[in-house]
């Protein structure tokens, strides 16, 4: 917040309006068009309650042309409007209410505009080939293929689906338009290869997308990897082994597309689910002797990593690993871990 204070400057007293301690301008204006500039002369002529402009200038402690043009520009959003008819050096700041929603308004009606033209704007993109639409953009280094992962998230209205396996390139690393994008509706649903679920620490990396609600699973081995939005675009690495440094391939051919959705949904009902920490109300009296550790450790269990493995995701030693399975066993009454995994199919526990 905005505080005015007295100071003296050149042997005399001004006002002097300025952040309160411990806090630190926050840009709120920019989305709108404003300088940080224009900002600040606006917030200080809204602590101020209008001034004139060279009083401004000398408050703010900048240059008269400066301030001027500042002012000159919020005048234009509508922001500042000239306070005295008979002073035309006078401004004031207008009602956020007003001023403030009104540019929000306008420039949400620039946006729709620019949306409207996206048909026409694509009918000049596949010109450019004849009449026929790329069907695929090579991706190359990790900056454009970071931006682009990013980018094709956030034109997804309904579902990204993902293959995850090793070496990391896409959505291994942190995701936080994910975390957006489950805030705004968006399902996910992802594949872990059994090699990703080992690695340190991968198992409290993921336990913050589940709790998002990201839907996932494991399998044994994957093959490939790739991300795909609303079953319209897909982004899938190329080169040996797929190694992110040979690029990536953005596609657009519907028919090619929905070919690597088809095969996700053929791995997924095959995977293995992974469990949040937290559940809902157990729906049996199976389901409400396991906890949701005993979950979390089934689910890593019968994804197929090995019991270091285990132990590592699970912050626990090795050979409490075993005193657990051995319980879980106790409570399915089961003498292998063979059928413990049948039994936890059967009772719904997965």
Known sequence: MLQRRERVRGGVQVTVVEQGPGQEAEPVLGPLGCSP??????????????????????????????VAEDLSGLEALG???????????????MAPDVAV????????LALLKVQSRIDALMQ????RAGGFEMPAELVRGPGEIRECFVRLQRTARREVL?????????????????????????????VYERAVLAQPGASEHLRCYLDAGEQARAATVLPSKFVIAD???????????????????????????DALAALFEQVWDRSVPLQRHQRAEP???????????????????????????????????????????????????????MQLGWYAAQAGLL
């Not at 929603?101 to 949400?108: D, E, F, N, P």
């Not at 090793?166 to 690393?173: G, H, K, Q, R, S």
């Open 231 to 257: 079953r319209r675009l897909a982004l899938i690495p190329v080169g040996a082994d797929q190694e992110p440094a040979a690029g990536c391939l953005l596609i657009r051919t519907r028919g090619i597309v």
């Open 283 to 337: 729906d049996s009296d199976a389901q409400a002797s396991f906890s949701g550790e005993d979950l979390e450790l089934l689910a890593l269990m019968l994804a197929g990593l090995p019991d270091k493995a285990l132990a590592s995701q699970l912050g626990l030693s090795v050979r409490t690993v075993h005193r657990r399975i051995r319980r879980l066993m106790s409570l399915a009454a089961c003498t292998t871990r």
């Open 37 to 66: 500039g224009q900002e600040r002369v606006y917030l200080t002529l809204l602590a101020l309650g209008g001034e004139h402009i060279e009083r401004l200038a000398g408050v703010l402690d900048l240059p008269l042309p400066a």
């Open 101 to 108: 929603a009104a540019a929000v308004m306008q420039r949400q």
């Open 124 to 127: 000049t993109y596949r010109g």
């Open 79 to 93: 922001l500042v409007a000239r306070q005295d008819a008979a002073d035309c050096g006078r401004y004031a700041a």
């Open 162 to 190: 993902s293959f995850t396996r090793l070496p990391f390139a896409l959505a291994l690393e942190s995701n936080d338009t994910e975390l957006e994008m489950l805030g705004r509706g968006v399902r996910y649903r992802a």
